[in-house]
């Protein structure tokens, strides 16, 4: 079963705007990782957040977290045409579950 | 190589039929990780190792699905009596270490059940 939920499905948007991404989860965790996966390819490890950072940022990236509302967010400034592809965030378990759980995505598209 | 293998690419399947899907994880990596994929869906968890022993296998779907990693480093996810309903993306990961902080990704073995 699915943990995290991302928000909008679907986002399709012009080369330069800002793209954001949202991700709810169920349970409390330790961290919560950001992925991104091109047509056909396997996922690539953007950033990670812990529990007690509520952002942090990695060069066009920007990620916040807010554990009261289990709810994350993923911001791309200035999109490139390179950043079209799907993007999943993944929750680990406090409990000590050691399985990555991940969203169902979220389909970006950005237009030259 | 310096990345996650994956092998076969693509598999074609008659119902029935059993397959072995392959994977080589980078060198001295810890955990690997098998998730399913379908078409427009996120990865869907099947199992976790830490070296050679399989901590959890919650997410395997029914006991056709089986999961080895004898000497803690190559795995091979076997599924018994091929269904259409196992058609999918199945995608191999590895961490460095048991905390999972980054995932390696291969490209995944497409597998087409028919």
């Known amino acids: 079963s699915q943990q995290g939920e991302e928000d909008p499905q679907a986002l399709s948007i012009q080369e330069g705007e800002n793209a954001t991404m949202n991700c709810s989860y169920k349970?409390?965790?330790?961290?919560l990782q950001w992925y991104r996966q091109n047509s056909g390819r396997g996922l690539v490890h953007l950033i990670l957040?812990?529990?007690?950072?509520r952002e942090k940022h990695s060069g066009r990236l920007r990620v916040t977290l807010d554990t009261s509302k289990k709810s994350s967010s993923l911001l791309i400034t200035a999109s490139r045409a390179a950043d079209t592809a799907s993007y999943f965030c993944a929750t680990d378990d406090i409990q000590g579950a050691q399985k990555l759980v991940f969203g169902q995505g979220t389909r970006l598209t950005i237009n030259p | 190589g310096a990345g996650v293998s994956q092998s076969p690419r693509y598999k074609v399947a008659k119902r029935g039929q059993d397959v072995a899907l392959r994977c080589d994880p980078i060198?001295?990596?810890?955990?690997l990780f098998w998730y399913q994929q379908a078409l427009g869906q996120g990865p869907e968890f099947l199992t976790y190792f830490q070296n050679e022993a399989q901590l959890d296998k919650s997410g395997l779907p029914s006991d056709r699905f089986f999961a080895e990693r004898p000497e803690g480093s190559v795995s091979t996810l076997k599924i018994q009596r091929t269904q259409q309903e196992d058609s999918a993306v199945y995608l191999c990961a590895s961490s460095k270490d048991s905390l999972n902080e980054k995932l390696f990704f291969g490209s995944g073995t497409q597998l087409s059940v028919l």
């Open positions: 060198s001295g990596h810890v955990s």
């Open positions: 349970t409390s965790i330790n961290n």
């Open positions: 957040i812990r529990s007690n950072e």
